[in-house]
């Protein structure tokens, strides 16, 4: 079992940068492929990054690609997404994801969610 704590959400204008944490507890976090979701108002959620245990792997949906980097500290249990030129389309709830893989891999289902960060971007 592992708790997911989303932080870093917030305002800002179009072209900005923030940085997403999300903070881990629970046993054996480095065995856990994590991702990042996203969900806009009327919308259903949407896969943004995803990373294997390791990092060695990471995956992007086409919106976040070239953007959005998505990074983890295994030994501070955290997960990040760095997101530059924010676009007032990336408005949204974002959550992050784990679940438990005994590969190396990225995971395309999680059990696991955090209970989100908003962040607004303004043009």
């Known amino acids: 079992q592992v708790q997911l704590v989303e932080s870093g959400g917030g305002s800002v204008q179009a072209g900005g940068s923030l940085r997403l944490s999300c903070a881990a507890s629970?046993?054996?976090?480095?065995?856990?492929?994590m991702g990042w979701f996203r969900q806009a108002p009327g919308k259903e959620r949407e896969f943004v990054a995803a990373?294997?245990?390791?990092?060695?792997?990471?995956y992007y949906a086409d919106s976040a690609q070239g953007r959005f980097t998505i990074s983890r500290d295994n030994a501070k249990n955290t997960v990040y997404l760095q997101m530059n030129s924010l676009k007032p389309e990336d408005t949204a709830v974002y959550y992050c994801?784990?679940?438990?893989?005994?590969?190396?891999?990225?995971?395309?289902?999680?059990?696991?969610w955090g209970q989100g960060t908003q962040v607004t971007v303004s043009s």
């Open positions: 994801a784990a679940e438990l893989l005994a590969g190396d891999s990225v995971a395309y289902e999680y059990e696991f």
């Open positions: 990373i294997s245990w390791s990092g060695g792997t990471t």
């Open positions: 629970g046993r054996a976090f480095s065995n856990y492929a």
